[in-house]
């Protein structure tokens, strides 16, 4: 919403402000995952802003050294913190309480099902960013991807992220505080209403399943991760739901988290971009895939890796690679990205 407003002509004075060395970036040494200072001086006063573990969490600002106002939160209003004994919860007493809930509870669901459809088709009119979605369907027309569930899954699912990482300005329905997990959260779930009849009360439920399990597992790999949070969390929060829709309950379930776990735990986030494209195509159709095997009972039952005997124990075992065993990975991406320049 900020950069929306910024048009051609402020671009090029931000780059006139870059190259003059009246506006300078740098990268700060720090250990926080979200950690921002923001410093404006006119020569006489200088005023500091710092943004910790949230964007919209404004830890302190000051004037001139002085602490003007410390520890507030977006708009200075009080926002709903969900208590961490929630995520002690086993998954299918989750969404034991999704079944209860009836459409007046849940209507919403299916706007964010219309507003990223919406996304996704224009991703297939022509091609924006890397052209994954369009490049899919092309092919598909030329006989050579068949239209089935799984690749209208991938190819919706890219489309709508072409569109977005393109940089044009489109409204989505987010999961977890980005658009991108959003997208891989609710359009795997439309290509299964597209080859299955289904009512929208389910439809409803499914997408509040999806959302709720990919705010599950986000808690425990981190609001912003070395690991692809699509790849990981939003295409196990989909591909739960599918399976839900498809009649899968709780041995199911446990079997198609696990196998997204085994599949696809070691890829990284190396920022938002063009290429984002191919990682949302990739975790929706290893998503459906996995809902595929484990309604045919193909599920990893005992411990394999990081994945043990529970959905629940193998997320924590995923939130421990991504604290510590991937630390390290983000700086070295970073270091990477700035050679490249």
């Known amino acids: 919403e900020i950069l929306s407003e910024i048009d051609e002509e402020k671009k090029a004075q931000a780059k006139k402000y870059l190259d003059k060395g009246i506006v300078q970036i740098s990268l700060l040494d720090t250990e926080k995952k979200i950690h921002i200072v923001a410093k404006v001086s006119d020569g006489e006063h200088t005023s500091k802003a710092t943004i910790l573990d949230r964007h919209d969490h404004i830890e302190r600002v000051e004037k001139d050294g002085e602490i003007i106002i410390e520890n507030i939160l977006s708009g200075g209003m009080e926002q ?78 890219a489309a709508a992220s072409d569109v977005r990482m393109s940089g044009a300005s489109v409204p989505v329905m987010s999961s977890s505080g980005s658009g991108n997990n959003g997208l891989t959260a609710i359009i795997p779930i439309i290509a299964y209403s597209r080859f299955y009849e289904t009512d929208e009360l389910s439809l409803a439920r499914a997408v509040a399943i999806s959302h709720v399990v990919t705010a599950y597992v986000k808690y425990y790999i981190g609001r912003l991760s070395s690991l692809c949070g699509c ?109 490249g320049r």
Not at 114 to 124: I, P, S
């Open 231 to 339: 790849s990981i969390a939003a295409s196990t929060g989909s591909a739960t739901a599918i399976t839900w829709l498809m009649g899968g309950r709780e041995t199911e379930i446990q079997g198609v988290i696990k196998n997204i776990m085994a599949n696809q735990a070691g890829v990284i986030c190396d920022g938002a971009k063009a290429a984002c494209a191919l990682k949302l195509g990739t975790a929706a159709i290893s998503g459906v895939q996995s809902v595929l095997l484990a309604l045919d009972g193909d599920y990893l039952k005992e411990n394999n890796g990081i994945v043990t005997k529970t959905a629940e124990e193998t997320i924590r075992n995923l939130g421990k690679l991504s604290k510590e065993g991937m630390y390290p990975v983000d700086r070295t991406i970073i270091e990477i990205m700035e050679k």
């Open 80 to 157: 709903r913190v969900i208590p961490a004994s929630f995520y002690d919860s086993k998954i299918m007493d989750i969404i034991a309480e999704i079944e209860k809930m009836e459409m007046d509870e849940l209507s919403f669901m299916l706007e964010g099902i219309r507003m990223n459809e919406a996304v996704a088709e224009e991703g297939l009119k022509k091609k924006y960013g890397v052209g994954v979605g369009y490049g899919m369907k092309e092919a598909m027309e030329k006989g050579l991807l068949g239209r089935d569930f799984p690749n209208t899954a991938m190819m919706l699912t």
